[in-house]
């Protein structure tokens, strides 16, 4: 079983749907919790660092279920430029990060 | 203000080559990193580091060897290149590990035939 698991998508929707994408991890040491976002032949930059309570960031918001060691991203409103591979990302304390293997957005006019 | 910076950007290597990666942030980062990406997966950790002089291995190190004798530099080794080695590789560096953002660099695009 791989550390960190995620939706395989793609995810194909139109402009204005709401899409969400799950993440599950298996290390319960694990620490710190985000979400990449990766467009094609791109580094990955930071989406958003996920918290216990919970954490929204304009058309974004990000779980955390600790006690089911789940993590969950949710898009409202989707736009054409949110068209990515979407990176669930899990670290432990001792700085080392394990990513899943990424699901790929399409919104479509 | 660069971030940082990864060279060369493309290299084709043919197989049993030796080369080096190379990786320099200039945001005094302590953590460094060194991924792989194989088309339509995640990120593979190959070496990481804690601050100069200290690195460790990731998930998938065979084949690679890393030094950083500095803040500001990582290089990855590769020696003996072989096909499966052919990715892209990508650094980046974080302020203090495990619960601050990782910057990464543009990549490195690699053959080896």
């Known amino acids: 079983r791989k550390e960190v698991e995620q939706d395989p998508g793609p995810f194909n929707v139109p402009e204005g749907a709401t899409v969400a994408f799950n993440c599950t991890y298996s290390n319960s040491a694990s620490q710190s919790f985000f979400w990449y976002r990766q467009d094609c032949r791109k580094e990955p930059k930071l989406l958003m660092s996920v918290y216990s309570s919970g954490n929204e960031d304009g058309r974004f918001t990000a779980q955390l279920n600790r006690a089911s060691q789940y993590i969950s991203l949710l898009i409202r409103d989707s736009k054409l430029s949110d068209s990515a591979t979407y990176l669930c990302v899990v670290n432990t304390n001792a700085g080392k990060s394990t990513f899943g293997d990424g699901t790929t957005l399409t919104v479509k006019p | ?113």
């Open chain 2, 1 to 113: 203000n660069a971030g940082v910076t990864q060279t060369p950007k493309f290299r084709i290597l043919k197989i049993g080559q030796s080369m080096t990666l190379q990786c320099t942030q200039d945001m005094n980062h302590n953590y460094m990193y060194w991924y792989r990406q194989d088309p339509g997966m995640g990120l593979k950790l190959i070496y990481y580091s804690v601050g100069a002089g200290i690195t460790d291995k990731g998930e998938v190190p065979n084949g690679y060897n890393v030094s950083r004798s500095t803040t500001e530099d990582f290089p990855l080794r590769l020696e003996l290149a072989a096909p499966s080695q052919t990715s892209v590789y990508f650094c980046a560096s974080s302020s203090a590990g495990a619960h601050y953002e990782q910057y990464f660099g543009p990549g490195t695009r690699l053959t080896v035939t």
